[in-house]
């Protein structure tokens, strides 16, 4: 059974944004990011945390037809490189480290999120893979990060992180063309 399609259901008058489930199966967690929910967690008590599927009500997307990259940030982006799926655990620690105590990167979350990542050369988990993308410098360290999943033709960023300022502004500017040139349709933000 299509366990995202029943709260579909249940929830299509709700007011709210969330859903909360006490399962971080990766199969529901995938279920619902085929619907359309960005699979999120939230601290219930000190010691649990629910999984809980949000769904936005507007998205902002970008659909790569007018992508514009300022001369100076292509002067910057000649300092660091780019690399998709390299460091997935690092990024998703650096998240938590950008976004502190209350990053909703709970440890049940993460391990889900792995296990969708650990699928991505089979096609995921019910064609849901989970990604990372990497901006270094020079020197051999990763300077900004994010953590994504991607269903069918739409790419949508969790969360993300600089150690770096430009860094940042670097990986902004060159997602959509990874993404396009992967053959992605949109990049929800």
């Not at 790569?64 to 690399?83: A, H, I, M, P, Q």
């Not at 969708?116 to 270094?136: A, C, P, Y």
């Not at 994010?146 to 860094?167: C, I, N, P, Q, R």
Request: hydrophobic share 40%; net charge negative; aromatic share 12%.
């Amino acid at each position: 059974t299509d366990s995202a399609v029943k709260v579909l259901e249940q929830v299509k008058d709700m007011h709210e944004e969330f859903v909360f489930c006490v399962s971080f199966d990766p199969k529901l967690m995938a279920d619902f990011a085929r619907h359309g929910f960005l699979p999120m967690c939230i601290q219930c008590a000190a010691d649990l945390a629910a999984f809980t599927p949000k769904l936005h009500r507007s998205r902002s997307l970008l659909d790569f037809t007018d992508l514009y990259v300022s001369k100076n940030t292509r002067k910057k982006s000649k300092k660091f490189r780019v690399t998709v799926d390299k460091c997935f655990d690092f990024c998703i620690q650096q998240c938590c480290v950008q976004h502190g105590d209350h990053c909703w990167f709970y440890p049940a979350l993460i391990q889900s999120y792995k296990s969708i990542f650990d699928q991505n050369d089979k096609g995921g988990v019910l064609g849901v893979t989970l990604h990372s993308i990497e901006v270094w410098s020079n020197d051999g360290s990763v300077v900004a990060g994010e953590v994504g999943y991607a269903v069918a033709g739409v790419y949508t960023s969790l969360s993300g992180f600089k150690l770096l300022d430009s860094a940042g502004t670097i990986q902004l500017s060159v997602v959509p063309s990874i993404l396009q040139s992967c053959g992605y349709d949109f990049w929800d933000l």
